[in-house]
């Protein structure tokens, strides 16, 4: 499987945007799909993640309330909205699929991984 995130960029605090990641080569409809995220000069860290069928969505704390991920298995696409976005969440955005049809933070439940986007947050 390989995947693409996309639809980063520049955007006031306050703000939204939309990230959708795609597979070009296989479905993974049947698993889970994750979204990380790198800060500039940190880890990288965990986001949200969402089941195979997405009936399961988990958040982390920092974003809970302001971020929703959703998919549709028929496109093959994961989205991830971002609304209320502060300077705080500026960084490269990752989409990874997990091992299974249910997967948590720990990045080691992940198998593939994308290229992924910067969102860059202004004050």
């Known amino acids: 499987v390989q995947l693409q995130a996309s639809g980063g960029g520049l955007v006031q605090a306050g703000g939204s945007l939309r990230l959708s990641c795609e597979s070009s080569?296989?479905?993974?409809?049947?698993?889970?799909v994750g979204w990380f995220r790198q800060p500039p000069g940190k880890e990288r860290e965990f986001v949200g993640v969402i089941s195979w069928r997405g009936g399961r969505t988990s958040y982390a704390d920092s974003v809970k309330g302001r971020f929703t991920i959703s998919r549709d298995n028929a496109k093959n696409i994961v989205d991830l909205q971002m609304n209320s976005l502060k300077p705080e969440d500026t960084a490269v955005y990752y989409c990874a699929v997990a091992k299974g049809p249910y997967s948590g933070s720990d990045r080691d439940g992940y198998l593939t991984w994308g290229q992924g986007t910067l969102v860059t947050v202004s004050s």
């Open positions: 080569k296989r479905t993974f409809s049947n698993n889970a």
